[in-house]
């Protein structure tokens, strides 16, 4: 699978297609497209409305919320004590030392699925999040103005690193990263407050906050609530009084945030398959280390991801005769490419997860004896069409979601279908990539371990 993890435990090939890719790539295009304009024909504001504020609830205690966080932090606990051990303990072979398994393949592709398919599972397997159940002010006081760029940097920090070094590799390294993780949380909350450390510097915790926006379920402290997958994204960008979730997007640090959730996973396909070995090889062959290339490359795709969205945003505004301003469209917009985000985490880690699902079944039986001939599953080829499938859908319920949200924003039908064009060409362009990326055969990263 196009993942750095997913090349560090195990490499991998893929048949190319038998059609042309760009007749495919522009089909793919052309399907999301396609999509945006029959969505323009529902212009029924009642079944718009009716669709995502769909919700069904179930009383929940207190006292059963107590015991489940409890029992999770116990459990989060002990995975991480375990990871920390058997990354210092166990065996030096990647595919089968439990620390690689556990958190690459257990968590990366995993618990990352369980979020945003069914509800953040990190806010009650998190070791340390019961710390924000018992804040102080800190130390000092947090800048708000900052808002969440600190995560913003955190998470294209660790997706460098998970790049340019043998952290998927050597679960030593590991280990020590997930060291100076829990101490870096630890100091940094004591600093300044966990409650604003979580909320806006912690890379993890925004990380899979980001991603549980999207899954049917959430919960208050009495309720619990079931939606339609995807559907709370709407209400997230632009809360109404009797709103009980926070916005998800509220700022220029924010829309960084989604697409960087978009980008982050391009970017590891891409650095991951034969054409973008090919490109990079001469870089780090020549005189620029490997980290340098691959932190720029990170950082130059990232800032044209965010541009484009920018670009969007101020062409849909110049194109409209409405008190709204280019900002409140990019903030508005912004939540809908979440669902992009789920799309192509699916396609990039279903394989690779239950590719490794022996293997995290051996971790969880015998802990602590390594399978010696590990099993690795084989996917059929028809599993390809199933990646295809996964970003496709994402696309398609991005543009819902941005559908919806555009009704919500705008009294006139016509002003709502006109402001979604510029940010559906986005997404047309983020779907021939990612969908170009996918058809390619992997290779492992030049110039790294």
């Known amino acids: 699978m196009a993942s750095n993890a997913a090349v560090g435990l195990g490499e991998g090939g893929r048949n190319e297609l038998s059609i042309p890719r760009w007749l495919y790539v522009a089909t793919g295009g052309a399907a999301v497209g396609a999509s945006a304009l029959l969505a323009?024909?529902?212009t029924d504001r009642r079944l718009i409305s009716a669709i995502h504020t769909y919700h069904q609830n179930w009383l929940f205690s207190n006292s059963?919320?107590?015991?489940?966080?409890?029992?999770?932090?116990?459990?989060?606990?002990?995975?991480?004590?375990?990871?920390?051990f058997r990354g210092l303990r166990g065996p030096s072979l990647p595919a089968i030392n439990a620390a690689i398994i556990v958190v690459f393949a257990g968590f990366r592709a995993g618990i990352t699925m369980v979020t945003y398919l069914i509800g953040n599972a990190w806010?009650?397997?998190?070791?340390?999040?019961?710390?924000?159940?018992?804040?102080?002010?800190?130390?000092?006081?947090?800048?708000?103005?900052l808002g969440r760029w600190p995560a913003v940097s955190g998470i294209l920090f660790l997706i460098w690193i998970e790049t340019v070094s043998e952290i998927t590799t050597s679960p030593r390294t590991l280990a020590a990263g997930l060291f100076g993780y829990l101490m870096f949380t630890l100091t940094g909350g004591g600093l300044f407050g966990f409650q604003n450390w979580f909320n806006n510097v912690d890379?993890?915790?925004?990380?899979?906050?980001?991603?549980?926006?999207?899954?049917?379920?959430?919960?208050?402290?009495?309720?619990?609530?079931?939606?339609?997958?995807?559907?709370?994204?709407?209400?997230?960008?632009?809360?109404?009084?009797?709103?009980?979730?926070?916005p998800l997007v509220s700022g220029y640090d924010d829309v960084a945030l989604v697409i960087l959730l978009v980008w982050e996973l391009t970017f590891s396909g891409f650095v991951t398959t034969t054409v973008g070995a090919q490109m990079l090889q001469p870089l780090v062959s020549g005189s620029i280390p490997a980290p340098v290339v691959y932190g720029?490359?990170?950082?130059?795709?990232?800032?044209?991801?965010?541009?484009a969205f920018v670009f969007a945003g101020r062409v849909a505004c110049a194109r409209l005769r409405s008190t709204r301003d280019s900002s409140t469209l990019i903030i508005a917009f912004?939540?809908?490419?979440?669902?992009?985000?789920?799309?192509?985490?699916?396609?990039?880690?279903?394989?690779?997860?239950?590719?490794?699902?022996?293997?995290?079944?051996?971790?969880?039986t015998t802990p602590l004896t390594p399978a010696s001939n590990p099993v690795v599953l084989t996917l059929p080829r028809w599993f390809a069409g199933i990646n295809i499938v996964c970003i496709l859908a994402g696309h398609v319920l991005a543009i819902w979601v941005a559908h919806s949200i555009a009704y919500c924003l705008f009294s006139s039908r016509l002003q709502a279908i006109r402001?979604?064009?510029?940010?559906?060409?986005?997404?047309?362009?983020y779907t021939a990539i990612s969908l170009w990326l996918i058809s390619l055969p992997t290779a492992s990263p030049p110039g790294v371990a």
């Not at 009650?124 to 800190?138: E, M, Q, T, V, Y």
């Not at 899979?208 to 049917?216: C, I, K, S, T």
């Open 334 to 364: 912004a939540p809908s490419l979440l669902a992009v985000a789920v799309g192509y985490h699916l396609a990039h880690y279903a394989g690779f997860l239950i590719s490794l699902s022996p293997s995290i079944a051996n971790v969880i």
């Open 203 to 246: 890379p993890v915790t925004v990380f899979f906050h980001a991603y549980a926006r999207f899954a049917p379920f959430t919960r208050d402290r009495t309720q619990l609530k079931l939606s339609f997958p995807g559907m709370r994204l709407v209400t997230a960008s632009e809360p109404t009084a009797t709103q009980t979730d926070d």
């Open 123 to 145: 806010s009650i397997l998190s070791p340390i999040s019961f710390l924000r159940r018992h804040d102080h002010d800190g130390v000092f006081v947090y800048p708000q103005r």
């Open 40 to 42: 323009g024909f529902v």
């Open 419 to 429: 402001s979604q064009y510029p940010f559906v060409a986005v997404m047309v362009f």
């Open 296 to 307: 720029g490359v990170l950082l130059i795709g990232f800032s044209v991801f965010f541009l």
């Open 64 to 84: 059963h919320l107590q015991r489940i966080h409890i029992c999770g932090a116990v459990a989060g606990g002990t995975l991480f004590i375990y990871a920390l």
